[in-house]
């Protein structure tokens, strides 16, 4: 039995998606299954990754785990109950800004991803780590916006990047959870060409049949104000790996195709399956 945890949003629901697909059985773990809307013939279970009695029963006879964590939440008690359980191998959504070898994580996005990869190390299970950067379901954060006109206002217009479809993640996550070959390895899945924000904007216009355009706003009285209702570390993390990428070329690998055997979705593709997003 395969175990996705974070099975009811992106990249969760995606991977079930996929494992369901090539006929795996699946169980998907959610806070609040009868919102679940799973496929048919997926067992989704109850449970709480903060409560650690609720997590012995929704790993019962599990092998592998696809571990998707919301940002922040301590790990420790699902891989406790995870070592207990006897699971075999760990796949886990990580941050491309984790920096190997590095005395101290340069910031709490990677300090945070770091400290689950080492945990998840830690429990003795076959482990796999997917790193990625800027996935392509960021963009979602403009939707408010569109809603009220053709104008995204944000900073960074020249930030890049290889943006990743959640498909593909899915994809991927799905193949190492269920082939050999992968433990003990970091995959950095990346989409097919580096874009700025200003050029997702763009075509995200052209997949929307919409005008839109990009007008770059100063980062500090942003990163200010949207320190005020989220972590100060978390939205400075954020915006300097953004700012790190503007005038660069975001780097393109074929790990998707080489691990799926397909081509990575392009952002053109992505744009169109979320149009209804925009709507
Ligand atoms: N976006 C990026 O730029 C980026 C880059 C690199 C890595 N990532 C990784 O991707 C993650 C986000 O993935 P996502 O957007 O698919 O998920 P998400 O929106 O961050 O998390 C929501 C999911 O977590 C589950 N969840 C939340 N609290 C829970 C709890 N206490 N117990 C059990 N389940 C809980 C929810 O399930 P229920 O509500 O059904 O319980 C839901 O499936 C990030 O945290 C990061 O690790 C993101």
């Known amino acids: 039995m395969i175990l996705v945890v974070g099975a009811t949003a992106h990249f969760g629901r995606q991977t079930v998606d996929s494992l369901v697909a090539a006929g795996h059985p699946v169980r998907a773990l959610s806070r609040t299954p009868e919102r679940a809307g799973l496929p048919a013939g997926v067992e989704v279970v109850q449970a709480d990754l903060t409560r650690a009695e609720t997590l012995g029963p929704a790993l019962a006879d599990v092998t592998a785990v696809f571990l998707v964590l919301p940002y922040g939440l301590d790990p420790a008690p699902f891989l406790d109950a995870a070592r207990r359980a006897g699971v075999r191998r760990i796949v886990f959504l ?8 590095a005395e101290k994580q340069p910031d709490v996005i990677a300090a945070y991803h770091h400290g689950v990869e080492q945990a998840v190390k830690a429990t003795g299970a076959e482990w796999t780590f997917l790193r990625i950067f800027f996935p392509a379901v960021n963009s979602l954060s403009f939707a408010m916006q569109l809603g009220g006109g053709d104008v ?23 193949r190492v959870l269920t082939s050999g070959g992968h433990a003990g390895r970091v995959y950095e899945p990346t989409g097919p060409a580096s874009l700025t924000q200003a050029e997702q904007v763009s075509a995200l216009g052209a ?29 400075n ?43």
Not at 94 to 101: K, P, Q, R, Y
Not at 245 to 261: F, Y
Request: no cysteine; glycine share 8%.
């Open 94 to 101: 990580s941050s491309g800004a984790v920096v190997d070898g």
């Open 152 to 174: 995204v206002r944000a900073p960074y217009a020249g930030a890049a990047a290889t943006v990743v479809h959640e498909r593909d993640v899915a994809d991927v996550a799905a």
């Open 207 to 235: 997949a929307l049949g919409r005008d839109l355009s990009f007008e770059e706003l100063d980062a500090g009285p942003v990163r200010e104000q949207m320190g005020r209702f989220m972590d100060p570390d978390f939205v």
């Open 237 to 279: 993390a954020l915006f300097d790996l953004m700012a790190a990428t503007v005038g660069r070329d975001a780097p393109v690998n074929s790990v998707v195709e080489e691990l799926t055997g397909h081509p990575a979705r392009t952002y053109t593709q992505w744009a169109a399956d979320h149009a209804a997003d925009f709507s």
